[in-house]
Nanobody
Framework: VQLQASGGGLVQAGASLRLSCVAS????????MGWFRQPPGKDREFVAA????????YYADSVKGRFTISRDNAKNTLYLQMNSLKLDDTAVYYC????????????????WGQGTQVTVSS
């Protein structure tokens, strides 16, 4: 599985961005997907996850109510809608895939995209 993330950029605090992640697999709907991020100088951390059907979603407390994870299995695409962005959201954002159910740790995901930079300025 190859994952290609895009949609990052430089925005002001309070703005919105939508990240996308396209998967090169014929069985995209068999994979649970997740978004992680790595702030400057810090470890990679969980942001959100979604089940293969899209029926179950999970969020880190820091983004709950501001970010929305979704997927379009017909387009092999995962999304992360980010609203009310804060300075602390600045990070490289990665999409990831795993064959079993949703999970919230880096080690539980099998495949990773290359990352897309999100920078939030004041």
């Amino acid at each position: 599985v190859q994952l290609q993330a895009s949609g990052g950029g430089l925005v002001q605090a309070g703005a919105s961005l939508r990240l996308s992640c396209v998967a090169s697999t014929r069985v995209f709907d068999a994979w649970a997907m997740g978004w992680f991020r790595q702030p400057p100088g810090k470890d990679r951390e969980f942001v959100a996850a979604i089940s293969w059907s899209g029926g179950s979603t999970y969020y880190a407390d820091s983004v709950k109510g501001r970010f929305t994870i979704s997927r379009d299995n017909a387009k092999n695409t995962l999304y992360l809608q980010m609203n009310s962005l804060k300075l602390d959201d600045t990070a490289v954002y990665y999409c990831a895939a795993r064959f079993n159910g949703v999970a919230g740790t880096v080690d539980e995901y099998n495949y990773w995209g290359q990352g897309t930079q999100v920078t939030v300025s004041s």
